[in-house]
């Protein structure tokens, strides 16, 4: 289940060395030592249903976030697209240059040298080569409570992803997701079946299993053949909760296979898995930034 990572510790006083992903293909860790996911459950319950999937049994919330090394150079590329996307959601230059390298970071580790900034409440859109069910649409949702992204688990979380690849400079979406089922309807955990999503790499924290038969929700990777899904699995796991498992986009196809109930006389007859999902962003591959939405 691991992968050796081959990079240095992340040091305060030195530009940070990315992990080569060319020998990379997934590692998970456990995370229940560093993070207590058990406090973010009940957020779960407030997330709204998605929707774009017409079915309701996906709810999300995301936010974005800037994570620069201050040893690192800021990416021309990552300030002049939040330059851009913030002009065309009407916001003037003085108000735009705060979101970007040259603006002051909302917060900062001290231990290993990263700024964060909390960006606008950004759309997603990705291309449809990616996403063939809801690729090219401009998609909007809720922020993640504030009450979540301001709290130092939280901000341990990003940095645990950031010195894991031990980037410079880099956007983050992360996303609060919960499908859930039911006796007569099952939940889906990746609508687009096996896929790749266009980033360099990914992070996906389980926060919570309920209701679930043991057998459901299982996390599967496939290799990927210059660019096509292989049959071969090399993971064919159920996570549980409080591990963190990172993953090669590029190298690796992922799915997750149906949830079903495990109980009907529990929980109302319904069963939920909650996870949180990372996605670091450079230019020019995926950088689906659309105007900010109308949620604040």
Not at 211 to 219: E, H, W
């Amino acid at each position: 289940m691991k992968t050796d990572k081959s990079s240095a510790i992340v040091s305060p006083g030195k530009v940070p060395t990315e992990l080569d992903l060319s020998g990379f293909l997934y590692r998970a860790i456990d995370a229940s030592a560093m993070i207590d996911v058990k406090k973010w459950v009940p957020a779960f319950d407030a997330i709204p249903v998605d929707p774009y999937i017409r079915e309701g049994y996906r709810y999300k919330s995301i936010a974005w976030f800037r994570i620069k090394h201050r040893k690192a150079s800021a990416i021309a590329g990552i300030d002049e697209r939040i330059a851009v996307v913030n002009e065309l959601s009407g916001m003037n230059p003085e108000e735009s240059r705060r979101y970007q390298s040259v603006g002051r970071p909302d917060w900062h580790a001290d231990e290993t040298g990263y700024d964060c900034w909390n960006l606008p409440q950004y759309a997603m859109q990705q291309s449809a080569k990616y996403n063939p069910v809801h690729g090219d649409i401009r998609r909007e949702y809720p922020r993640i409570s504030n009450t979540i992204t301001d709290s130092e688990d939280f901000h341990r979380m990003l940095i645990i992803y950031a010195t894991f690849f031990d980037w410079g400079d880099a956007i983050v979406l992360v996303q609060f997701q919960r499908i859930d089922c039911l006796q007569d309807r099952a939940g889906l955990p990746a609508v687009e079946g096996f896929h790749q999503d266009g980033n360099r790499h990914v992070g996906m924290l389980i926060v919570n299993r309920n209701n679930l038969t043991a057998d459901s929700g299982v996390s599967q990777y496939v290799m990927d053949d210059n660019g096509k899904k292989t049959d071969e699995l090399i993971f064919n796991e159920v996570i549980p909760a409080g591990q963190l498992i990172f993953w090669n986009d590029k190298r690796v196809w992922h799915y997750g296979t149906e949830l079903k109930v495990a109980d009907p006389g529990v929980n109302g007859g319904r069963g939920t898995r909650d996870i949180i999902i990372m996605s670091a962003k450079t230019p020019p591959a995926n950088m689906p930034l659309g105007p900010v939405c109308s949620f604040q």
